[in-house]
C-alpha cells in the first residue's frame, strides 16, 4: 500500500512540475514574442560585383523578425528607403539574397540624391503645412494631391470690405516629399508615420510663382485623392466659392451626393 502511495505521488510531482516547465516555456515564448517586431528590408536577387549599379531589378522585399529591444542602431536599409538606392553603386560584391546595409553602398552623388527624384522638364518646391491643411499628416510621398487656396479678396461691392474666396489651384500634383522624407510611404515597413510642417510637389516651371505667391497670400491646404484617379476636372478651374456661393449651392452639393450614393 505504502509503495502505491509513494508511486501515486510521484505521478503526481512529475505531472506538476511537467505543468509547470510548459507554463514557463509559454511565458518566455509569450515574452520573446512580444519584444520583436517584423520588418521589411531589401534583399538582393541575383550576385553582384563591387561599382556595380543597383536596379529595380536587382533587389526585392525581405521580411524579417527583429529584437525590439536591441538598442545597437541597425545598418540594414528597410524598404521605404529603396528610391534611395535604386542608382547608387556597391562598395562591396554581394551574393544574391544577401540583405542590404548602407556599407555595402558607395557614397552617394549629387546624381544619386533628391535631385534625381525630380523629374526632366519639372520643379520642386516646398509649401507649409499643419495636420489640417495635410489631411492629418496622412499625406504620403508619391500620393497625387489637388491644391486648394484661401485667400481674401476686395469684395465685390467696391467698398473696404474682404471677401473670402477659395478655390482650387492644382489637380493631381505629386507629392515628392513629406518634410525631409521622399520614397514610398512607411506603411509598407509597419513603423509609425511621422509629423512634418512641409509638402514637397512636383510642379511645371510656371507653376512654381504662383505657388510660392499663393502660399505667402494665403492659406494652402491638400486634398488626397485615389491613387487611380488622373482626372482633371475643368469645371473647377472657372469657380471660386465664397460665403454667397457657399449658401446658394449647398442644395446643389446634397442633391450630387444624393445622385452618387444612388448609382452605387
Known sequence: MRQKML?????????????LTYQQLEYEKRR??????????IKTTRNMVEGEEINASDVARCQVQRNRANAVPSREI???????VIGRKLETSLPAG???QTTDLQPPTRRNGF??????????????????SSVSNLVQPNDNVDVIGTFRFPDAKGDNT?????LTILQDVKVLAVGSRWGTSLGETGSAPRTYSTVTLQVLPAEVEMIV???????????LRNFDDARIDRSIEKR?????RLEEEIPLYNQMRQRRRSLK
Not at 508511486?7 to 505543468?19: D, E, Q, S, T, Y
Not at 474682404?162 to 477659395?166: A, G, H
Open 7 to 19: 508511486l501515486l505521488l510521484a505521478v503526481i510531482f512529475g505531472l506538476l512540475a511537467f505543468a
Open 213 to 223: 505667391f499663393a502660399s505667402q497670400k494665403g492659406r494652402l491646404t491638400l486634398s
Open 78 to 84: 528597410p524598404w521605404s528607403e529603396l528610391p534611395r
Open 115 to 132: 535631385t534625381r527624384v525630380v523629374q526632366q522638364d519639372w520643379r520642386a518646391v516646398s509649401i507649409p503645412v499643419d495636420m489640417v
Open 240 to 244: 471660386s466659392v465664397n460665403f454667397r
Open 98 to 100: 544577401q540583405i542590404l
Open 162 to 166: 474682404l471677401d473670402t474666396v477659395t
Open 32 to 41: 520573446i514574442s512580444g519584444d520583436s517586431e517584423t520588418v521589411i528590408l
